[in-house]
């Protein structure tokens, strides 16, 4: 399982959290990676651990300010890049604009989705995977892998109906290997998740946990 963990503008220590998860990434056959804020990746690539980043712009090089360019992302160290989430979304011209950019500057991508139909057109645009969240559920603690199973299905059908080359994370809620293995049981490859470790009182704990079933 690809176990993304997304730091969003909690007010966490994204150097600690990366260290956390490198720490954990030596016990388990889990593929773990964090996405911080653009302006710490570098520091977070420089601890070792998989890095991501949680935006680009559907722009190149150019008069484009306040924009994230892939290609910048990509110097500071970051390998992949979500697309579209829910709390950044874009329209569906700049989702395929963001994915080509991700793909010219060698990022993989993850593209968000609230629901299976939306997966379905998300994975026509050919990313390597697209997340399905509901956006009723996230940071709420209640992981959709068990309160939405249906979804979590639903997303993987649509997915694999359109490109079966593009897998499937699923998010909101997911705090435990528990709500891992349920994902993992419903078709799902990984899981994209936020509070359950940044708002962690000891986030290597609930990584430990995160990867217990793994
Ligand atoms: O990017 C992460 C998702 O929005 C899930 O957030 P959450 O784990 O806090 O529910």
């Avoid at 490109?163 to 490859?189: F, K, P, R």
Wanted: aromatic share 2%; hydrophobic share 45%; with cysteine.
């Amino acid at each position: 399982m690809f176990i993304l963990v997304n730091l969003k503008t909690y007010p966490c220590d994204p150097v600690a959290v990366a260290e956390a998860v490198a720490d954990v990434d030596e016990t388990t056959d889990a593929r773990l990676a964090v996405a911080p804020q653009a302006a710490d990746i570098a520091r977070v690539a420089d601890t070792g651990v998989e890095t991501w980043a949680q935006h680009v712009d559907p722009i190149d090089h150019g008069s484009n300010t306040g924009h994230t360019l892939a290609e910048t992302v990509a110097d500071a160290g970051a390998v992949g890049t979500l697309v579209n989430h829910s709390e950044c979304r874009q329209k569906l011209a700049d989702v395929d604009g963001a994915v080509r950019a991700a793909e010219r500057a060698g990022l993989e991508t993850v593209v968000c989705a609230n629901n299976p139909s939306q997966v379905g057109a998300a994975a026509a645009l050919g990313p390597d995977a697209v997340a399905v969240e509901p956006p009723e559920l996230i940071g709420t603690g209640t992981p959709v892998s068990k309160a939405d199973p249906e979804v979590v299905e639903g997303a993987v059908a649509a997915a694999g109906s359109v490109d079966d080359a593009v897998s499937v994370l699923c998010g909101a809620g997911i705090s435990t290997g528990e709500d891992v293995a349920a994902a993992a049981e419903l078709g799902a490859e990984g899981v994209l998740l936020a509070s359950g470790v940044a708002k962690a009182d000891d986030p290597a704990a609930a990584l430990s946990d995160l990867v217990a079933s793994q």
